[in-house]
């Protein structure tokens, strides 16, 4: 079976720029387009909703992993001598992991309730009415 490889290939690739984002130099960063804070979640939010999306099954252990990262991500920042690493920039990053991670996972549930909804509506399955049929 040929599985659809673009969003493992998207995932990783996020995950490969906020590897580089994060530990380049001070002044080779972008710039932020709201506060600091709000990229930094909403960077590992996208990245974790990527990773949800590519492997579903393993989105408990995504989520998990994605939490590591970011503080290990963060550690990084030790490496370069422009960069200072920060608990607090940590804990933001894993929020939206977090964030992202859940919301990915709860639109696939949602996703399937639909398509399972309507398969048994269409399927002629669909259960008895819980209203009392009338006798005459």
């Known amino acids: 079976m040929m599985t659809n490889r673009l969003p493992k290939?998207?995932?990783?690739?996020?995950?490969l720029l906020i590897v580089i984002v994060t530990v380049c130099p001070i002044g080779f960063r972008p710039h932020t387009l709201t506060t600091v804070g709000l990229d930094?979640?909403?960077a590992f939010a996208f990245c974790?909703?990527?990773?949800v999306l590519a492997y579903p099954r393993y989105w408990l252990a995504i989520?998990?992993?994605?939490?590591?990262?970011?503080?290990?991500?963060?550690?990084?920042?030790?490496?370069s001598p422009t960069r200072h690493p920060h608990l607090m920039d940590a804990a933001v990053k894993a929020a939206g992991v977090i964030a992202g991670g859940l919301g990915a996972f709860s639109w696939l549930q949602f996703k399937a309730r639909l398509?399972?909804?309507?398969l048994?509506?269409?399927?002629g399955l669909e259960p008895?009415?819980?209203?009392?049929?009338s006798l005459g």
Not at 115 to 118: E, L, P, Y
Not at 128 to 133: F, I
């Open 48 to 51: 974790s909703a990527a990773f």
């Open 115 to 118: 398509t399972a909804g309507s």
């Open 40 to 42: 930094r979640a909403a």
């Open 9 to 15: 290939y998207a995932a990783w690739s996020v995950f």
């Open 120 to 123: 048994i509506r269409h399927s």
């Open 128 to 133: 008895e009415s819980s209203q009392p049929k």
């Open 63 to 79: 989520i998990v992993a994605g939490i590591a990262a970011a503080f290990g991500i963060e550690a990084l920042q030790f490496l």
